[in-house]
């Protein structure tokens, strides 16, 4: 038997996540032993505790703590803006950058034929419901410029027109970016997205 079966398992586990491989894991791992009293320890009792309080928000989809979180719960958000995007990390990506300051919609995940996902497997009908009941004025798109993220887009305009202003995220050149280092799609993009300087 190892003596080190728990350690290995804990390598194995964390290994999982995304942007860890083995070598990563380990690394990590070890570092974490070697802090065990400043970050093993707290970080097992915080894991613990997400682990039993952490929940999806009702409304929107985000995580919390809480069955209604606080952007949904927050009166100053609602301003009849509505962003919606494919998963958690793109709405926390959004108020990472501090200027969106309406409500948002999680779809988890977008629509694949490949993958038979179509709009009853994701939160679209409940898009649809809140865009009526909430008094949304504008549906703001900022999904993915994948093609399944592009069809999923589409699709939810079809299903709000008339009802709601859609409008999607401009997509092109990033800030700092060069041209020479653009794939032709995002040059494409960037062109028909030009606006007057």
Known sequence: MS??????????MM???PGLGPRSARRAV???IRK???????LA???QTVAATARECLNCGNVGTSDICDICASEKRANGELCVVEDVADLWAMERAGVFKGRYHVLGGTLSALDAVGPEDLRIPKLVDRVTAENIAEVILALNATIDGQTTAHYIADQLEGSVKVTSLAQGVPIG???DYLDDGTISAA???RRDV
């Open 3 to 12: 003596s080190t079966r728990d350690i290995d398992a804990l390598i194995e």
């Open 15 to 17: 290994a999982k996540l």
């Open 30 to 32: 070890l570092h974490l």
């Open 36 to 42: 065990r009293a400043l970050l093993l320890t707290p």
């Open 45 to 47: 009792d915080l894991m």
């Open 177 to 179: 970016g060069e041209l």
């Open 191 to 193: 062109l028909k997205a």
